[in-house]
């Protein structure tokens, strides 16, 4: 019922990922429509698209929307407004915001940073590397090494993790104080269409 009927490939599904088919003009149209036509009120909404868009600044990829969902239930916000705004984190913005952070962070850690690119890139090869070592090492006679891993938490992600919590805050203040009166006026505009209609 919920099958689509023409296949996509894995070379397909990447490019849409990385740029959605109807552009990132189209897919941030829907999210703003969807957020819109929520039921909620405005300030549980707009409490719910800031917890995602605070989440977006964390190192958590691809538990943004259980962590969004999670922090929206402590602060009383609207749990599908706080998955979609997660989408603030996407491809074009997730470069920006882990260089950023890993900045910001490593300066409040007084730590230092070999560079933005290289020293990142090369701290995720050897974590990738050391998760790959240590799990095939479940299946042979070899001993497990974690220092690549303990470098990447080092150097990459306790970084990202201090240095994005300001600017999430920041961001996700600034989108609940935008967004709160956006919404109550598109849904006190919308009740005053749907009275007339009756």
Same mark, same amino acid.
């Given at each position: ?61 691809? *538990? ?14 609207? *749990? ?80 990202? *993790? ?37």
């Amino acid at each position: 019922m919920f099958k689509r009927r023409d296949k996509r490939s894995v070379l397909k599904i990447a490019q849409e990922s990385l740029y959605p088919k109807g552009g990132w003009g189209r897919a941030a149209s829907y999210v703003v429509h969807r957020l819109r036509r929520l039921p909620d009120p405005p300030d549980r909404i707009a409490r719910g698209i800031a917890s995602g868009v605070f989440i977006s600044f964390t190192p958590f990829f691809g *538990l943004h929307f259980i962590f969004s969902g999670i922090v929206a239930v402590l602060i009383r916000g609207n *749990l599908f407004a706080a998955m979609l705004s997660t989408f603030f984190g996407n491809p074009i913005t997730f470069p920006i915001i882990a260089a950023f952070s890993i900045r910001l962070g490593n300066a409040m850690l007084g730590t230092h940073s070999e560079g933005p690119v290289s020293g990142v890139f090369e701290a995720f090869s050897r974590a990738s590397s050391d998760l790959w070592w240590n799990f095939t090492a479940l299946f042979y006679d070899r001993e497990a090494n974690w220092e690549g891993l303990g470098i990447f938490f080092d150097s990459v992600f306790l970084p990202y *993790l201090i240095g994005g919590l300001i600017p999430g805050l920041i961001a996700g203040f600034t989108a609940y104080y935008l967004s709160k009166p956006l919404i109550a006026a598109y849904q006190r505009r919308r009740a005053r269409m749907l009275k007339r209609s009756t």
